[in-house]
């Protein structure tokens, strides 16, 4: 059974930066996407980045779009996400999310496990 454990969220000022964690177990991950996505109240779950097996292929979506970076350890079964420049649309509870194939996938049936969720809340 696969599990993906995300850590790192947290309360930050606006401007302010946090560094999301996603470790998996139970199998390794090397031949799967993985992305974040953020669910804020009231909202859809939304894509913010998504990086493809090897690591060659990265999306962000255009909200987070050079402020955001997305990054695998493929030997360490982890992927994270540095945040930085956060505001307050920013906040949301983050999910860590493995593909079901290599290539980068944008659609929520697309992904096969999930975390829990870690919430990020940014103050103005």
């Known amino acids: 059974q696969v599990q993906l454990v995300e850590s790192g969220g947290g309360l930050v000022q606006a401007g302010g930066s946090l560094r999301l964690s996603c470790a998996a177990s139970?199998?390794?991950?090397?031949?799967?996407?993985m992305a974040w996505f953020r669910q804020a109240p009231g909202k859809e779950r939304e894509l913010v980045a998504a990086?493809?097996?090897?690591?060659?292929?990265?999306y962000y979506a255009d909200s987070v779009k050079g402020r955001f970076t997305i990054s695998r350890d493929n030997a360490k079964i982890t992927v994270s996400l540095q945040m930085n420049s956060l505001r307050p649309e920013d906040t949301a509870v983050y999910y860590c999310?493995?593909?079901?194939?290599?290539?980068?996938?944008?659609?929520?049936?697309?992904?096969?496990?999930w975390g829990q969720g870690t919430q990020v809340t940014v103050s103005s």
């Open positions: 990086i493809s097996s090897s690591g060659g292929g990265i």
């Open positions: 999310a493995m593909g079901k194939y290599a290539l980068i996938h944008f659609k929520v049936e697309e992904y096969d496990y």
């Open positions: 139970g199998r390794t991950f090397g031949d799967n996407s």
